[in-house]
C-alpha cells in the first residue's frame, strides 16, 4: 500500500517539477529582451500573417546569426535590409538582404525565437516558423 502511495505521489508532482522551466523560465510571453539599439522590424510568417514589431531582437541580440561552410558569422541589424527564410527539411536557410544591395546566404537555427512589441502586446516566433523579415530601423 505505501509503494502504491509513493507512486501516485510520484505521479501526481511529476508535471510540477518538469513544467516549472516554462513557468519560470524566459519564453514568457510578457517579456521582451531589452536591447541597447532599438530596431523595428515587420515579421511576416508562414502563414502570411504580417506583424509590425518595435524592440526588436532575435534572442536578446540586435544581429543575425548563421552558419556558411564551417566558419559562423554574425551580421548586424545595422547592415540588414531583409531576411527572407527557406526551410529545407531540418535546416533553416536565410537569404539576407544587404543594406548595400548585396546578399548573403546562411544557415540559421530555427529554434532561436525573434521577439518585439507590438501595439498591442509582445510577439515572439520562432525563426523556422517565419517566412520573412524586414528591418524598418
Known amino acids: 500500500m505505501k509503494k502504491v502511495c509513493r507512486y501516485f505521489l510520484v505521479m501526481l508532482f511529476l508535471p510540477f517539477i518538469f513544467g516549472m522551466g516554462s513557468i519560470t523560465g524566459s519564453d514568457t510571453p510578457g517579456k521582451v529582451p531589452a536591447t541597447e539599439k532599438k530596431f523595428s522590424a515587420t515579421f511576416v510568417d508562414q502563414m502570411d500573417i504580417i506583424t509590425k514589431c518595435t524592440e526588436v531582437s532575435i534572442e536578446g541580440k540586435t544581429f543575425i546569426e548563421g552558419k556558411k561552410g564551417k566558419g559562423a558569422y554574425t551580421i548586424p541589424f545595422e547592415e540588414v535590409e531583409g531576411v527572407v527564410f527557406l526551410l529545407k527539411g531540418k535546416e533553416l536557410r536565410g537569404l539576407v538582404r544587404l ?6 546566404e546562411l544557415i540559421l537555427d530555427g ?18 516558423d517565419m517566412k520573412k523579415m524586414v528591418i524598418n530601423e
Open 99 to 104: 543594406k548595400n544591395n548585396t546578399s548573403d
Open 111 to 128: 529554434s532561436h525565437k525573434a521577439y518585439g512589441r507590438t501595439a498591442h502586446g509582445t510577439f515572439q516566433i520562432s525563426l523556422a
